[in-house]
């Protein structure tokens, strides 16, 4: 059995080579990511409410038929593949979000590809969409403490996956995810 640094190593490997046009690696890798896509849209959904019918699975196939379309993203390594996953994944829920309320209006809902029953009641959608917001509105004012907190929050990530996907310290990481947290808090409260 291969060590966890070994399984790492042969998924960096295997990114690699899928960035490199090889369709055969994105074979080989997808039984080694399945689980690990599959924990981060557990991670996602795990927001939701008790009584809330999870859909981690769909969460999942949608987001892996998006990143198997991406061609050329340059993979520096698993971090980085799974941190491009997490955000994905934010994005397929928000899109959601935003068409569950567009049908509550009465307008145009968007077209999302997930076919299965609803991810998100419509009052989770709108805090969905409204953290969905407030990132963007960090993310303006600091687009690193916007990565950390996706990162962290969607992702899953812990301090020292962050600091190796970002580049920088520890140290930094939990200084920015502490400061995030206060100021998404007072945003949020403040849009009521």
Do not use: C
Not at 98 to 122: C, H, I
């Amino acid at each position: 059995m291969k060590s966890s640094s070994a399984i790492q190593q042969t998924v960096t490997n295997l990114l690699k080579r899928w960035d490199n046009g090889d369709q055969k690696a994105l074979a080989e890798l997808t039984p080694l990511i399945y689980g690990e896509l599959h924990r981060l849209a557990h991670h996602q959904m795990g927001g939701q409410r008790a009584d809330h019918t999870l859909q981690t699975t769909a969460l999942v196939n949608e987001a892996y038929l998006r990143l198997a379309d991406q061609t050329q993203m340059n993979w520096e390594n698993r971090v980085h593949f799974f941190a491009v996953a997490a955000r994905a994944m934010r994005q397929i829920l928000v899109d959601y979000a935003r068409g569950q309320r567009a049908r509550k209006r009465g307008g145009g809902a968007l077209k999302v590809e997930l076919d299965e029953a609803a991810l998100v009641s419509p009052m989770e959608a709108k805090e969905l969409v409204d953290l969905h917001e407030a990132l963007e509105k960090l993310a303006e004012l600091d687009s690193r403490k916007g990565q950390v907190v996706e990162l962290k929050y969607f992702g899953g990530l812990n301090y020292d996956e962050i600091a190796e996907v970002l580049q920088t310290s520890r140290a930094t990481v939990r200084r920015d995810w502490e400061f995030s947290k206060l100021w998404l808090y007072t945003e949020l409260r403040d849009a009521g």
